[in-house]
Nanobody, 129 residues
Framework: VQLQASGGGSVQAGDSLTLSCVFSGDRFNMYAMAWFRKAPGQEREFLAAINYNGDTRSYGISVKGRFTISRDNAQTSTFLQMNRLEPLDTAVYYC???????????????????????WGQGTLVTVSS
């Protein structure tokens, strides 16, 4: 499995941005997908997760209501729509994958780095005030 994240860039506070993550490999529709981010000097932070068929979505407290995770199994892709961006959202954003029919609500480990087997290379988002 390989994950390729893209869509990062430099934006102004209040802007929106959509990140994409393309999954290369077999059985994408059997994988839960997630987005994390890492800001300088901080640990990697859970943002959002979506289960294998898109029925269940989970969000981190800092982004709930502003970010939306989605997936397109036909395109083997996962997306993170980010609205009302703030300077504190500046970070490298990573997508992750785990082979499971479970979800982050029933498997709390999926809200941590340890719950994921595969990681993309990261895409940088910079938000200026």
């Amino acid at each position: 499995v390989q994950l390729q994240a893209s869509g990062g860039g430099s934006v102004q506070a209040g802007d929106s941005l959509t990140l994409s993550c393309v999954f290369s490999g077999d059985r994408f529709n059997m994988y839960a997908m997630a987005w994390f981010r890492k800001a300088p000097g901080q640990e990697r932070e859970f943002l959002a997760a979506i289960n294998y068929n898109g029925d269940t979505r989970s969000y981190g407290i800092s982004v709930k209501g502003r970010f939306t995770i989605s997936r397109d199994n036909a395109q083997t892709s996962t997306f993170l729509q980010m609205n009302r961006l703030e300077p504190l959202d500046t970070a490298v954003y990573y997508c992750a994958a785990y082979l499971t029919f479970g979800n982050a609500e029933t498997m709390p480990v999926l809200k941590t780095e340890a719950g994921w087997d595969y990681w993309g290379q990261g895409t940088l988002v910079t938000v200026s005030s």
